[in-house]
């Protein structure tokens, strides 16, 4: 018998006739903030939706990220009705901090260049994704396959048809989901995105961020650091809690060693590398390290297919763009599902034009993020004269710092319509 998973935390499962699913309109592959969000964005739609992950429910709200989300994405979680939800789980930061090595040209971006009441939000991956399971949880028309792995997904006519194998089956049993749109967004990996013989492009930097959460002594200013060292940017990110989140970007070897010492240890090597106004580190976390990349597919979509989020480019993390350029893909995709006639739904030409749109957006903040990484993890002399004399433009000259900021707050860019 082939078992399906409800959408509630229990993960009760309900039996259904063996090896044929219930068809759908859109098959989202993968459940990550990326994957939930889309099927929130479409919970109102009237269209069936199936949300597939492979990972188990209660394993997948373990992962320890956490994310900077920029005003664009406040927009789109407005936009999907889940913002006053999703708020209260985020730590606003009003102020961010630019510094490079030891110089002493700092540059302050605050909300008031902005226009906003926050630069940006940060919030951990278990209290994103929970807060949009629970909205889901009342969405009639979104089924959630979980944990079920998809093993392939073949066109036939005007439908895709994934076979689906689910870990509730003792025996593994194979079973078939039909759907108008299948939406990879299984991660950077993307087992789907391989299946559909997509190749991705890019690059390895040869560096590793080590992660770590840093509990402070006492309340401080709530500011985001961006600190750029010849061995790569360290962003530190302010939690709820009186905590703060460092994303370390080292070559490979030195991050694998850093990452493997003991919390003393841990500390009096990240100690020079931060903020000396920050407060006094009571606790520092478990670490973990994961390398950088740039990637994009060279198109997301094919016939009955889409990829979106990690599943379709990555970016190196300076600037915390990465979830952003997702989200603002969901948003994209959402609004060009809702406008295409049902029978029309999953047909090519109804997503080139998410491609056309989505593709040099994301390929535009790709090559900002690879540059910045570029020019400020070196020592060579000529770039250290060009990036300073950046830091100096940026500080001194005001509507090119707003610029900036606008364009890293995702504003710049028209938004989906």
Same mark, same amino acid.
């Given at each position: 018998?082939?078992?399906?998973?409800?959408? +509630?935390?229990?993960?009760?499962?309900?039996? !259904?006739?063996?090896?044929?699913?219930?068809?759908?309109?859109?098959?989202?592959?993968?459940?990550?903030?990326?994957?939930?969000? /889309?099927?929130?964005?479409?919970?109102?739609?009237?269209?069936?939706? +199936?949300?597939?992950?492979? @990972?188990?429910?209660?394993?997948?709200?373990?992962?320890?990220?956490? !994310?900077?989300?920029?005003?664009?994405?406040?927009?789109?979680?407005?936009?999907?009705?889940?913002?006053?939800?999703?708020?209260?789980?985020?730590?606003?930061?009003?102020?961010?901090?630019?510094?490079?090595?030891?110089?002493?040209?700092?540059?302050?971006?605050?909300?008031?260049? *902005?226009?906003?009441?926050?630069?940006? !939000?940060?919030?951990?991956?278990?209290?994103?994704?929970?807060?949009?399971?629970? =909205?889901?949880?009342?969405?009639?028309?979104?089924?959630?396959?979980?944990?079920?792995?998809?093993?392939?997904?073949? =066109?036939?006519?005007?439908?895709?048809?994934?076979?689906?194998?689910?870990?509730?089956?003792?025996?593994?049993?194979?079973?078939?989901? @039909?759907?108008?749109?299948?939406?990879? $967004?299984?991660?950077?990996?993307?087992?789907?995105?391989?299946?559909?013989?997509?190749?991705?492009?890019?690059?390895?930097?040869?560096?590793?961020?080590? =992660?770590?959460?840093?509990?402070?002594?006492?309340?401080?200013?709530?500011?985001?650091?961006?600190?750029?060292?010849?061995?790569?940017?360290?962003?530190?990110?302010?939690?709820?809690?009186?905590? !703060?989140?460092?994303?370390?970007?080292?070559?490979?070897?030195?991050?694998?060693?850093?990452? $493997?010492?003991?919390?003393?240890?841990?500390?009096?090597?990240?100690?020079?590398?931060?903020?000396?106004?920050?407060?006094?580190? @009571?606790?520092?976390?478990?670490?973990?390290?994961?390398?950088?990349?740039?990637?994009?597919?060279?198109?997301?979509?094919?016939?009955?297919?889409?990829?979106?989020?990690?599943?379709?480019?990555?970016?190196?993390?300076?600037?915390?763009?990465?979830?952003?350029?997702?989200?603002?893909?969901?948003? $994209?995709?959402?609004?060009?599902?809702?406008?295409?006639? /049902?029978?029309?739904?999953? $047909?090519?030409?109804? /997503?080139?034009?998410?491609?056309?749109?989505?593709?040099?957006?994301?390929?535009? @903040?790709?090559?900002?993020?690879?540059? /910045?990484?570029? *020019?400020?993890?070196?020592?060579?002399?000529?770039?250290?004269?060009?990036?300073?004399?950046?830091?100096?433009?940026?500080?001194?000259?005001?509507?090119?710092?707003?610029?900036? *900021?606008?364009?890293?707050?995702?504003?710049? *860019?028209?938004?989906?319509?």
């Amino acid at each position: 018998m082939v078992m399906i998973s409800a959408f +509630a935390p229990s993960e009760q499962s309900l039996v !259904y006739s063996p090896q044929e699913l219930p068809a759908v309109d859109v098959a989202i592959v993968g459940a990550g903030i990326v994957g939930l969000s /889309l099927a929130c964005a479409l919970r109102h739609s009237g269209l069936a939706i +199936a949300l597939i992950e492979a @990972t188990p429910y209660a394993r997948e709200n373990t992962k320890g990220q956490a !994310y900077v989300l920029h005003q664009v994405s406040r927009y789109f979680f407005e936009w999907i009705g889940v913002w006053d939800k999703l708020l209260p789980h985020l730590q606003p930061f009003e102020l961010t901090q630019l510094s490079d090595e030891g110089s002493p040209l700092t540059v302050h971006f605050s909300a008031e260049d *902005l226009g906003t009441a926050a630069i940006g !939000y940060v919030g951990e991956h278990a209290a994103i994704a929970e807060t949009l399971q629970s =909205v889901l949880q009342s969405a009639s028309n979104v089924t959630f396959y979980c944990p079920w792995r998809v093993v392939s997904n073949e =066109v036939k006519g005007d439908r895709a048809q994934l076979t689906l194998i689910s870990a509730h089956s003792a025996e593994l049993q194979a079973a078939h989901l @039909t759907a108008r749109l299948v939406v990879g $967004a299984d991660g950077g990996k993307s087992p789907l995105r391989q299946q559909m013989g997509i190749e991705p492009k890019g690059w390895k930097y040869g560096q590793s961020c080590v =992660v770590a959460t840093l509990n402070v002594a006492h309340t401080q200013p709530v500011m985001a650091y961006e600190r750029f060292w010849p061995t790569g940017p360290m962003g530190v990110l302010p939690l709820l809690g009186n905590r !703060y989140r460092v994303v370390w970007t080292l070559p490979h070897e030195r991050a694998e060693a850093v990452a $493997a010492l003991d919390d003393r240890a841990f500390l009096a090597e990240l100690q020079p590398y931060l903020d000396p106004l920050m407060a006094e580190i @009571t606790a520092v976390s478990d670490r973990f390290l994961f390398p950088t990349q740039l990637m994009q597919v060279n198109s997301y979509v094919g016939d009955r297919f889409v990829v979106i989020g990690d599943a379709a480019h990555r970016c190196h993390p300076v600037g915390g763009q990465g979830l952003n350029l997702g989200l603002r893909d969901v948003w $994209a995709l959402a609004q060009q599902i809702l406008k295409t006639p /049902l029978e029309q739904l999953g $047909a090519r030409p109804s /997503l080139v034009q998410f491609h056309r749109q989505r593709w040099w957006q994301n390929a535009l @903040t790709l090559g900002f993020t690879d540059m /910045l990484n570029r *020019l400020f993890s070196n020592k060579w002399w000529p770039l250290v004269a060009v990036r300073r004399c950046g830091l100096w433009l940026l500080r001194t000259v005001l509507p090119l710092k707003r610029l900036v *900021l606008r364009f890293m707050a995702g504003l710049l *860019l028209p938004l989906p319509r």
